[in-house]
Every structure is written in structure tokens, then in C-alpha cells.
């Protein structure tokens, strides 16, 4: 009986969110609606079939374990999120940025210094993590170290193509006015790159939390979104799990939403932001 209903209330979502989607000033609710069906129908399943909580909690025991342990969750936020990913994402995307006009400038570092990039971007976290955290220590650094070599590289290239992307006219007229390198490249090529970064950003910021939370499987304080993921699972408190994935989640979508209300403001002129 269970299921039937939270069949037939995913059902009716499912027709609202239709005719939402068809009108332009409701459709920010389709996304909305589509999750609490999608928590409806979880629900059902779970207490309709008996499911051990083990196996998959409900939602409801999952938001439970989420109010009653707010403080342990933004603990683990503050040390993962704040300290580790933010820290990691400001500093390798700022580092990445000051190499790309670098690698701009130097035929020599185009050459070089991209391929080994693409060799260092395909490495697999779980084999580079383990050497960060025994150079840098348990605690948030080592987390952000491997946050900065996990941002850099895709941050670098998008740069770097970025300021290849001005047609051969524009680059000799700015000649005919004058212009020196850097004038050319904050009032020309530089804006002309904003769509290229923004794409290398909206990348970083989900293989930050990524990074972050990764890195913490193998040594971390006794706190921490990774730390607590695994000891909970050890410990069979899977809707404690499901509640640090909830918060990464969130995380992870607020970081992105940021990103792109940021690139709306600053690209407002490129023609995929308009319509």
C-alpha cells in the first residue's frame, strides 16, 4: 500500500513538473519538484519493501540523523569544505592562472609544460593522495595539497586555450592601436577567455570536494566529511553516511550555483548567456 501511494504521488509530481517545465517563469521549481518526487518515491520503496536500513535508509531517517547531528556535520564541513577544498581551490586556480599567461608567453612552456599536464591530470587520486598526506601531514593541508594538483591543470588548459580564442583581426588591430602585450591581454584576450576559465572553474569546484573528501580516507583528524564516511561504514551507520553525502551535495551544488551566477555577470556579453 506503501508503494502504490508513493507511486502514484511520484506520478502526480511528475505531471506538475511537465507542465511546469512548458511554462518560463515556474520552471525553476521543475528541478525542486523532481527531487522531492525522486524522496517520495525513495521513501516508499524503502518502508514498502522492509529494506534494512543497512542496505539503503529512508529519507526520513536520513534527515532525522541530520538534525540530531548538526554540530558533528558542520565539523566535518568547516575541516573538509572550508579548510581544505576552499583553500586548495583558491590557491592552485590562482596558480594556474598566473602559469597560463606564462605559458602564453613562452613557446617553450607550451611545448613543455602542457603534455606533462595532461600526464599529472590523469593520475589517480587514490595513488597521489597517500604520498600528499605523508608529506604534508593529517591534517587540512594535505587535504589541500591534493585539492591544488587536482584544480590546477584543468583550470591551466581552459586558460590557455582561452587566450587563444581572438581571431588574427583583432589581434592586429589592437597592433595598429598600439597596443602593448598587456594592454592587449586585459582589454582584449583576457575577456575573450572568461567563457574558457569559467568552464575550467565550474570543473575545479566539484573535483575540489572531490579531492578533499578522497584524500581524507587516508589520514585525516578525527574529523572531516571522508573521516567520518568511513568510520560510519565501519560502524553500519549508513544514514550517517547518506547525511555527509547529503551536506557534500549541497555543498557541491551551492559552490557550482556561485560559479555560475559569477559567470552570468562577468560573460553577460557571450551569446551562450543570453536567451
Known sequence: ??????????????????RLARGSSLSWLV????????????????????????????????????????GTLWGDFTQTVVKGAF??????????????IAVDRSPFLQRGLLPIGNFVAALPIVGTAPILVGWFGFDWQSK???????????????????LKDTTTMQRDLMRTYGASY??????????AAMPFIFNGLKIATTLALI?????????????????????????????MVWAEIAVAAL?????????VLI?????????????
Open 1 to 18: 500500500m506503501i508503494v502504490v501511494l508513493a507511486i502514484a504521488v511520484w506520478l502526480a509530481l511528475w505531471v506538475l513538473n511537465v
Open 31 to 70: 528541478p525542486v519538484v523532481f527531487g522531492v518526487a525522486v524522496l517520495v518515491l525513495w521513501e516508499g520503496v524503502v518502508r514498502g519493501f522492509g529494506i534494512s536500513p543497512i542496505i539503503l535508509p529512508a529519507p526520513s531517517a536520513i534527515g532525522a540523523r541530520f538534525v540530531a547531528e548538526t
Open 87 to 100: 583553500t586548495g581551490f583558491a590557491i592552485g586556480t590562482a596558480a594556474a592562472f598566473v602559469m597560463a
Open 144 to 162: 589541500a595539497a591534493v585539492v591544488v594538483v587536482m584544480v590546477f591543470f584543468p583550470v591551466l588548459v581552459n586558460t590557455v586555450a582561452g
Open 182 to 191: 598587456w594592454e592587449t591581454l586585459f582589454k582584449l584576450r583576457l575577456p
Open 211 to 239: 579531492g578533499a573528501i578522497v584524500a581524507e580516507y587516508f589520514g585525516s583528524p578525527t574529523r572531516g566529511m571522508g573521516f567520518r564516511i568511513s568510520t560510519e561504514v565501519g560502524r553500519l551507520n549508513i544514514d
Open 251 to 259: 555543498a557541491g551544488s551551492v559552490l557550482y550555483g556561485l560559479m
Open 263 to 275: 559567470e552570468k555577470r562577468v560573460t553577460f556579453w557571450h551569446p551562450s548567456q543570453r536567451g
